[in-house]
């Protein structure tokens, strides 16, 4: 009677009970690419996943496709400086000094120089290009080195980031 009992139970369980399949709809989305005087911007998308809703602090939902949320400020063509990446401080009058190109554009800036181990070797507020490659007066080993620099217009900053290549 028990095992009459429980697949009684069992039959009756798998009866009611119903799996719902779900399958996103995928879409292959093509790209382009757009040209002005400062910029080429390329972009490929891909496949899309077609969701129902979404909630988080990344991403939107937009048309039922899941996008990126555009960031808290971007770049514009008159908020662009232009870092040297190659240093020579050998007194050649030639990339002598780390160059950073149309920092007067902007009111406030701050220099961030680290080495691969994260070690901050120099760090100044409004820059004046006149970092020759140096720790403390000591001169740097042949390098790359990494920076980050904060840009501030307007009230609104900017970060931008690169690397340094460091030859003597």
């Given at each position: 009677?028990?095992?009459?009992?429980?697949?009684?139970?069992?039959?009756?369980?798998?009866?009611?009970?119903?799996?719902?399949?779900?399958t996103p709809?995928?879409?292959?989305?093509?790209?382009g690419s757009?040209?002005?005087?400062?910029?080429?911007?390329?972009?490929?998308?891909?496949?899309?996943?077609?969701?129902?809703?979404?909630?988080?602090?990344?991403?939107?939902?937009?048309?039922?496709?899941?996008?990126?949320?555009?960031?808290?400020?971007?770049?514009?063509?008159?908020?662009?400086?232009?870092?040297?990446?190659?240093?020579?401080?050998?007194?050649?009058?030639?990339?002598?000094?780390?160059?950073?190109?149309?920092?007067?554009?902007?009111?406030?800036?701050?220099?961030?120089?680290?080495?691969r181990g994260?070690?901050?070797?120099?760090?100044?507020?409004?820059?004046?290009?006149?970092?020759?490659?140096?720790?403390?007066?000591?001169?740097?080993?042949?390098?790359?080195?990494?920076?980050?620099?904060?840009?501030?217009?307007?009230?609104?900053?900017?970060?931008?980031?690169?690397?340094?290549?460091?030859?003597?």
């Amino acid at each position: 009677m028990k095992t009459f009992l429980l697949v009684s139970f069992l039959c009756l369980v798998t009866l009611t009970c119903s799996a719902q399949r779900i399958t996103p709809s995928v879409i292959n989305a093509g790209g382009g690419s757009f040209t002005n005087s400062a910029y080429v911007f390329e972009w490929n998308i891909g496949e899309l996943a077609l969701v129902e809703s979404m909630v988080t602090s990344k991403v939107s939902l937009t048309n039922g496709f899941l996008q990126p949320l555009p960031p808290l400020f971007i770049l514009t063509p008159n908020l662009y400086v232009v870092a040297t990446n190659i240093l020579t401080p050998n007194a050649d009058g030639s990339n002598d000094t780390w160059i950073i190109r149309d920092l007067d554009r902007y009111s406030e800036n701050e220099v961030t120089i680290i080495d691969r181990g994260g070690r901050i070797l120099y760090k100044v507020k409004n820059y004046q290009n006149d970092w020759k490659g140096d720790f403390n007066g000591n001169p740097l080993a042949e390098d790359t080195y990494y920076y980050i620099l904060s840009l501030k217009k307007n009230n609104q900053t900017a970060i931008q980031r690169g690397f340094i290549t460091l030859i003597r």
